[in-house]
Every structure is written in C-alpha cells, then in structure tokens.
C-alpha cells in the first residue's frame, strides 16, 4: 500500500499531506539552523564523505559505500565508515565493531560493510560521536558514512545521493504522504547522483548491481546461482522487488517469494518454516549476516557488486583523493 502511496497511483497521500507540510517545516527549520550557525555542527580533521538519499526505502546506497570502501583500499587509502546503525540496539554508544559485534547490536548494514571490507565501522545516533570513536582507535584518511546526508550536525566534504532509477522520486512529497526526507532540489547542491537501475538522467552517473556466485551460509561453497535447486526467494531489505528481479534476470525459477521489512529480525524457525529440504532458500547478504548463527544447510545468499562507468568511478575516486590530499 504504501508504495502505491508514495509512487502516486492511490490518492490516499492527499489525507497525508498536512503531516508532510509539518515534515517538510521541521526539516527546512533545522536545516536553515545549522546552515546560520544557530545550531552547532562540527568538522572532522579528515575528510567526510557522505553516500545519502533523498528518499526513503532501499536505493542501493550501501553497495555503493562497499564500492568506495574497496577502491580507496585499493589506493592504499585507509577508510573507516560511520553509521547510525539501524536496527541494532546497543546498550551504549558509539559502538566500534569488532569480529563479535552482532547485528542485534550494530544493525543489519554495518556489520554487512564490516565483513565485507574489513573497514573499522562504528555505530551511534550522532554520527560526530562515531567519529571521534573511530579516531580515538584507528589512523584514518578519510571517513565514509553510509546514510546521513539529513545529519547536518556533522559537517561533510563531500555528498553522493544515490537514486533509485525506476522508481525516481515517487509523487515528490515528503514524509509520510511521499518518500522525500527533502525536496528534489536539494540534489543540485551535491557532489555526484549515482543511479541504480533505470535510465540515468543528465548529469548523472548510473549504476548497476552485478551478482556474483551464490554462497552457502554454512560452508562457504560458492556456485553459480542458476545451478542451485528449487529456489525459494527473501528479502528483507528496503525495496524487495529489486532483488527478485535481479533472480529473474539470471533465469531462475523462483517457486516461492517473501519479502520481508526493511532491517527485520529473523529467527530459525521463521525462515526454516520457508522451505522443505528439497528447497534452496535464497536471500541477500544483508539478510545473510542477520541469520549465519543459525543458518541451514540448504540456506544460500546472493552477494552484488556495483559497477560504475569507468571514466565515471575515476571522477569520483579522484575528487575525493583531491580531498584528502587538501587535507594533508
């Protein structure tokens, strides 16, 4: 329902829109605030770079922070990354991941990110905080914040929206009658929009997610995902259809689908309840670290990689050396 809501096809956002009028007040006062000086922000002595999105919902940001995070590495970079850590629940913050940090604690994405790429990730409400945490333990370059492009408490060096190719902008409200944290032309003040899927507009930089092998949860057997048997599809992640059709596109027959919310919770029984034993149980990576101390034999995952226009990745990767090099 709500994404008929937000897309436009059910006029019941007309009944929303005195709360997007107070949601767009709120957000246009704070932002004004800190822009005036009235409320404090702060400056890191690194430079920060934000991967955001105007909408809310899955947009693919944080393949594109893993996508930074491992080509800076590549340069000899060193990278930490900062998240608000949605879905975990810490008994205190900043939380700095380690080998043992759940996502219970941390939240589904950076501990995704943290596995991934071997980055130091800490966690907390206020992104100055986790910061200033990362610094405390680590010798860093430049610092990647996966979200936060609304966190104006933080000041950044450098801002990357990522924008859902198909479903652009929906009926171009905010919250809740749209899916605008802030109006479209905010993103004529930022450094680059990366466009996952669809047709990249001018001045845009478009963006695919490319799967690789299926991996098993328990084993580690990496195959191809078209070899494995019966599969049954889930997804838990921020726009659901997504992953489903990226199945599709690899010609697999999905017999069953389940989407799921966004940083949702999961536990054996619920997702043993998905499949017999003859069935492969297909899911995402992020799903995939919320589920590995439980996992099954037949329980596989589907990682994806964004891949960038070659002159377009050099841009980036070079406007943010540039940066750090201003930093000396």
């Not at 690194?46 to 800076?72: D, F, R, S």
Request: glycine share 8%.
């Amino acid at each position: 329902m709500i994404e008929r809501i937000w897309s436009g096809e059910s006029k019941l956002y007309l009944l929303l829109l005195p709360l997007s009028w107070l949601y767009g007040l709120i957000s246009g006062i704070r932002r004004l605030g800190y822009r005036t000086g009235f409320f404090r922000s702060w400056r890191a002595p690194l430079p920060i770079v934000v991967v955001g999105n105007l909408t809310a919902g899955g947009n693919g940001k944080t393949p594109v922070v893993i996508w930074l995070i491992e080509n800076l590495q590549q340069k000899g970079i060193r990278v930490g990354v900062v998240s608000r850590g949605y879905g975990g629940k810490s008994a205190s913050y900043p939380l700095v991941l380690d080998k043992n940090t759940t996502t219970q604690i941390a939240g589904d994405e950076p501990v995704l990110i943290f596995q991934r790429t071997g980055a130091p990730v800490a966690v907390a409400p206020d992104r100055t905080c986790a910061v200033k945490a990362l610094l405390n333990q680590h010798d860093l370059d430049v610092i990647v914040t996966d979200d936060g492009l609304q966190h104006y408490a933080l000041q950044r060096d450098i801002e990357l929206v990522v924008v859902d190719g198909n479903r652009r902008f929906g009926n171009g409200w905010w919250l809740p009658a749209g899916p605008m944290r802030e109006r479209i032309g905010r993103i004529a003040s930022v450094n680059a929009v990366i466009t996952n899927g669809g047709k990249a507009e001018q001045n845009e930089i478009p963006m695919v997610l490319k799967p690789g092998d299926a991996i098993n949860l328990i084993t580690g057997e990496q195959k191809p995902a078209l070899a494995l048997p019966n599969v049954v599809a889930m997804a838990g992640i921020g726009h659901p259809p997504r992953f489903f059709k990226t199945l599709q596109d690899l010609d697999i027959q999905i017999q069953q689908k389940h989407a799921f919310a966004d940083h949702q919770p999961y536990h054996q029984r619920l997702l043993s309840s998905l499949v017999s034993p003859e069935q492969t149980l297909l899911m995402t990576e992020k799903d995939a670290v919320k589920c590995r101390d439980f996992a099954q034999k037949n329980w596989w995952y589907l990682p994806v990689n964004a891949e960038l226009p070659s002159s377009d990745a050099a841009a980036l990767l070079n406007l943010i050396m540039a940066k750090i090099s201003q930093y000396g």
